[in-house]
């Protein structure tokens, strides 16, 4: 478990130095470059900034143990994250969008300098780069806050893509003299905006559903009965509640046993659903066990 932690700790803080770098690269050639779309994607890297630090405060947080208020333990902590970061994807999509938008109502745009093509390249590289790493990693150790992490590297590739087609059509229109084509530059913005937007409420939805402690569907439940009903003592499952908690789950089950033998029998049984759940499903973090006498008319 703490290897699990120091792994994300690691991959964060590559994120958060990567955004840093990349942000002020973006902020000072798009200033000096002219290109709308640029500085658009500097904001979305300022906010892969902030979304990367909330992210690490998530993952210290849930790796702490149960305590006395949170006898389940803390792995909700990172889908508060993810839910943080989706926020600020939709946030700054809308501000890309009114950004770029307003450049419809105003005075012919000039075309970006080609400095900016480079610097829109590098990033493409690099954030590629961040979401294979960290898509990864996630899926490995199963963490959502970095998983939502990931996909905001992926955004901000996909918005990048978007600014270079913008940046290369501008330059093309002011070589050609084809003025419509001054328009790419803000359209890139929008295009962005509308990638951005997209993916924050996709991540808020699936961090939400964690939150309302939905529980897993049967196709996920099933391993977990199956292993059950192999145990010695076990007549019939007759509940199971599974749900995630964070990285991890946790499950509530009843299960019936022959009701002529002793409390300390049941309990026997009851400690052995328990052991064997966490030892051969390693996704499982908290078992909670209720016994019911075994009754064929039930």
Same mark, same amino acid.
């Given at each position: 478990?703490?290897?699990?932690?120091?792994?994300?700790?690691?991959?964060?803080?590559?994120?958060?130095?990567?955004?840093?770098?990349?942000?002020?690269?973006?902020?000072?050639f798009g200033y000096i470059s002219g290109s709308r779309a640029l500085v658009a994607d500097a904001a979305h890297s300022a906010s892969d900034v902030a979304g990367s630090v909330a992210v690490l405060a998530g993952l210290r947080t849930a790796k702490k143990p149960p305590d006395e208020d949170h006898p389940y333990?803390?792995?909700?902590?990172?889908?508060i994250a993810t839910i943080i970061v989706a926020i600020l994807l939709v946030v700054v999509g809308i501000e890309i969008a009114t950004s770029s938008a307003g450049v419809f109502f105003g005075e012919v745009p000039k075309a970006p300098g080609g400095i900016a093509l480079v610097v829109i390249v590098f990033s493409i590289v690099l954030k590629e780069a961040l979401f294979h790493y960290k898509h990864r990693l996630a899926k490995r150790i199963n963490s959502s806050a970095l998983m939502a992490?990931?996909?905001?590297?992926?955004?901000?590739?996909?918005?990048? *893509?978007?600014?270079?087609?913008? $940046?290369?059509?501008? !330059?093309?229109?002011?070589?050609?003299?084809?003025?419509?084509?001054?328009?790419?530059?803000?359209?890139?913005?929008?295009?962005?905006?509308?990638?951005?937007?997209?993916i924050g409420f996709s991540l808020a939805k699936e961090a939400s559903s964690i939150m309302m402690e939905q529980v897993l569907d049967a196709d996920r439940t099933d391993p977990f009965v199956k292993t059950v009903l192999s145990i010695p003592g076990?007549?019939?499952?007759?509940?199971?509640?599974?749900?995630?908690?964070?990285?991890?789950?946790? *499950?509530?089950?009843?299960?019936? $046993?022959?009701?002529? !033998?002793?409390?300390?029998?049941g309990h026997r049984i009851s400690k052995n659903v328990k052991r064997i759940l966490l030892e051969q499903h390693e996704d499982v973090n908290q078992v909670l066990v209720h016994i019911n006498p075994f009754n064929e008319t039930d």
């Open positions: 478990m703490d290897n699990r932690f120091k792994e994300a700790e690691f991959a964060t803080w590559v994120g958060i130095v990567a955004n840093t770098l990349l942000t002020i690269l973006k902020g000072i333990g803390h792995g909700k902590a990172e889908n992490e990931a996909w905001h590297h992926r955004s901000d590739a996909l918005s990048s *893509i978007a600014a270079f087609l913008g $940046v290369f059509g501008a !330059i093309m229109g002011d070589m050609f003299d084809l003025t419509f084509l001054l328009y790419a530059d803000p359209v890139a913005g929008l295009v962005v905006s509308l990638v951005v937007i997209k076990v007549k019939r499952v007759d509940k199971l509640l599974a749900r995630t908690h964070g990285h991890y789950i946790v *499950i509530d089950i009843k299960v019936s $046993v022959d009701p002529y !033998i002793t409390v300390e029998e």
